[in-house]
């Protein structure tokens, strides 16, 4: 899975401890993100180093139009509300970033997160989406 993920004593990856070797253990400052497309588990968020969920449970298989793999997932993961919590988040902390004197660099990448389930949206949610993203 990458990302120097920690195991617990049974040789299995315990996605609630430290990542070791994450974003932030290579120059970024600060990271808030998934850890592959929403249909590679496991589906967590993770910021900076730790996984953002207080605990992770498992999912079975969709087998589609909404499509994602078995796997762990946090208890604050849903993939239909992916790409408009990490849109808000970007959002958030470019608005944090504006208050302060030092230049910053953001980026918000959605082109691995494109599925059929993330884009059942109304068409005035499709524009404030895109709207967001186009103010970021």
Same mark, same amino acid.
């Given at each position: 899975?990458?990302?120097?993920?920690?195991? /617990?004593?049974?040789?299995?990856?315990d996605l609630m401890k430290t990542i070791l070797d994450g974003p932030t253990s290579?120059?970024?400052d600060y990271f808030y993100g998934i850890t592959a497309s929403l249909d590679i588990p496991p589906y967590?968020?993770?910021?900076?180093?730790?996984?953002? %969920?207080?605990?992770? /449970?498992?999912? %079975?298989?969709?087998? !589609?139009? %909404?499509?994602? $793999?078995?796997?762990?997932?946090?208890? /604050?993961?849903?993939?239909?509300?992916?790409?408009?919590?990490?849109?808000?988040? %970007?959002? /958030?902390?470019?608005?944090?970033?504006?208050? !302060?004197?030092?230049?910053?660099?953001?980026?918000?990448?959605?082109? $691995?997160?494109?599925?059929?389930?993330?884009?059942?949206?109304?068409?005035?949610?499709?524009?404030?989406?895109?709207?967001?993203?186009?103010?970021?």
């Open positions: 899975m990458g990302l120097g993920w920690q195991k /617990d004593a049974t040789g299995n990856v290579h120059g970024f967590v968020y993770i910021e900076n180093n730790k996984v953002t %969920a207080t605990a992770i /449970d498992s999912i %079975a298989a969709s087998p !589609g139009p %909404a499509f994602w $793999r078995e796997g762990p997932i946090g208890n /604050d993961f849903k993939h239909a509300e992916v790409l408009p919590h990490l849109t808000q988040k %970007a959002v /958030d902390y470019i608005g944090e970033q504006q208050k !302060g004197k030092k230049p910053f660099f953001s980026i918000l990448h959605f082109l $691995r997160l494109i599925h059929p389930f993330s884009l059942q949206l109304t068409i005035s949610e499709k524009l404030e989406l895109l709207l967001m993203v186009i103010l970021c």
